[in-house]
């Protein structure tokens, strides 16, 4: 059982990029991850105990450079968040963000965040989910690689909790087809809310990167809000 999920996940959803860490952020990775990362991998986190009280939670996979992360944390004192991101330069741009917003409701970690949804998010414990701007992998054959898929809507349904939020938005067409059509299958989701729009309309979040990256190139925004249905509906 063991070996065999292991040989499942070696299709992950992202390449390491090596990518240049700044000196800033490097001093960051160095002096600040203390203070807002995870990185034991002692069992399912213990959300109340790691923010000292008990709030709804919002994770993130996949922050990027952290800005919207960091802006919605800041903007919310009231909730607590989780950043999941594999890319070091960004998680040392996040880090740098948080404390210049002196944020205390944040904590990152470093891995993949199907290993930690799988391994140390407990069911039912988030209140949104949110996705933005997923890696596309706009190649046939690497449509595989693609974070949506049945098993993964599976997985965040049960860490969700009943009434819960997964927010998805994408720059990329054929990834907005695929989403639609994997939710769609999915009877632990409703689609609440779906908007096109030009980046004037983000639903319920600050512009990203990597949106702004996509209206440079003239593509289009797709966001979505799923509602995770109660077991008995
Ligand atoms: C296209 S970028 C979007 C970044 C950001 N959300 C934005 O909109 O600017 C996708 C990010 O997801 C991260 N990522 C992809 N799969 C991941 C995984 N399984 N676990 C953690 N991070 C992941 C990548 O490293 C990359 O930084």
Redesign the pocket.
Known sequence: MQESQTRKRTV???VR?AGRTTRSQQRALDVLWPVYGLDDDAGPLDFAALFGRTAPVVL??????G??LVEQAAGDPDRDFVG????QA?VGHCLLKAEAAGVRNLRLID????E?LERRIRSGSLSRLNL?????WPKKRHHKRR?VQDAFVDLIADRLTAGGALHI?TDWANYAEHIDDVLSRSDRFRCAERRVHDGEAPLDRPQ????RRGIGQGHRICDWRFERVANNE
């Open positions: 992950r959803s992202f990029r993130e996979i996949g922050f990027g450079n800005e919207t999941i991101e594999v890319h960004g891995r993949d965040a199907v930690v933005y701007f997923p890696d596309p974070i938005a990203t990167r990597f949106e």
